[in-house]
């Protein structure tokens, strides 16, 4: 039985205003939750229509779990973790940059990206979508554990990270032809404007992902994956 | 004004068994709907809120494009296209195979990034989630009309291709070290098992892209981009 402040506490989490401010995000499924549990992320509580699936999960029935999900379809289990504190991005080695991406399922793909190519810090512009957001939980799976997630202002952190910084552009040279460092900034645009211009104007290399056909554009998501993939097998 | 025959016949067309028995599919956003068209694609039909924005589009009003619209906010057109007949594969340069991709965002991605690579062909297994989905379709933007989707068991016609079979699985060598010919079968498995069994059996040889962090596993659609982009980068 779960008390009607609680129920009214989770609800509230699938918006950004209340995950503010109560310091708390909510994750769903056995396996997100068990990842970031083994991750080390602190949780709140735990629910479970089958409470014996986790270590330390309350007995929820199938309505109050229907009732606290951000789901059509709840899926058995459900955290609510605390937000981890971060400290300041430390800028070492590859640094992922965001800016302005909205969409959940790619931000959510990038941070699992990041996680398979071990790059420990994603900096996000603000205006980048939340990636505390249930949708975002979704795509990464337990990576968000692994993968700290800032978000700042580009424009100011970019000329202090002492980093070459390069940018993801369809008029930039194609990646393999570019010398690429053992460090550095790569910085993807939103899905409809590409980089911001104040960010552009820091750029020290713009590079793309050679098109072959007529597609007009590759999805922010999977040109982040061959421009990362491309960064580490040369690295 | 929409007659409730054609209401009825367009709202049909969200399932897959009616979208076989009519030989149509439905296509939505000016965007999409235009470049299907400019792609060659014969339309039964076209609608639109604004129909100035389309030759040929017949004007509707909101509330009418709600009701056939497969989506929750309908974005003003709304296309209704003739199923492309298809000559069986060539098996000419390098085709993507797909074994049991059942998300309509992963094939609809897989689909735009062959467009991007110059692949003309896409080979499914039978169950694979159908490509006229309109969820696939929003996904692919206008890759459809360039791209031929075929479905066929795999296990048939894959021996028959004549082309090296190369399958994509975390156990396979990394795809950097592999030597590539000039063409050949890429095959992508399901998002949960992989590559079935019996088409496993088929290969000649198994790629990965290596991991340099702790994420479990790669979408189907980033693993698919980052292989079409290594066998492109070296043809």
Not at 137 to 162: C, D, F, I, K, W
Not at 170 to 175: I, Q, V
Not at 190 to 208: K, M
Request: with cysteine; hydrophobic share 45%; glycine share 10%.
């Amino acid at each position: 039985m779960v008390a009607k402040n609680d129920l009214k506490l989770i609800r509230s989490l699938h918006q950004k205003k209340y995950r503010t401010r109560h310091g708390l995000f909510l994750a769903e499924g056995v396996k997100v939750v068990s990842e970031l549990l083994e991750g080390g992320l602190e949780p709140y509580r735990i629910y479970s229509t089958e409470p014996d699936l986790l270590a330390g999960a309350e007995a929820v029935t199938g309505a109050e779990l229907q009732k606290m999900s951000a789901l059509v379809q709840p899926n058995r289990t459900l955290g609510v973790f605390h937000i981890p504190e971060l400290h300041p991005p430390a800028w070492s080695g590859w640094v992922l940059a965001l800016d302005g991406v909205r969409d959940p399922g790619n931000l959510g793909t990038l941070i699992r990206l990041c996680d398979w190519f071990g790059i420990r810090e994603l900096v996000c512009s603000p205006d980048t979508v939340d990636c505390f957001n249930p949708k975002v939980l979704q795509a990464t799976m337990g990576s968000l554990a692994r993968v700290g997630v800032h978000y700042l202002p580009l424009e100011e952190v970019l000329p202090q990270s002492g980093l070459p910084l390069f940018g993801a552009s369809m008029e930039g040279a194609p990646a393999a032809s570019v010398t690429l460092p053992d460090k550095g900034v790569l910085v993807l645009g939103s899905e409809s404007h590409g980089v911001s211009a104040p960010v552009r104007a820091l750029l020290d290399q713009v590079v793309c992902v050679p098109a072959f056909g007529q597609a007009e554009s590759l999805n922010v998501a999977t040109a982040g994956a061959i421009l990362l993939y491309e960064i580490k097998r040369k690295a």
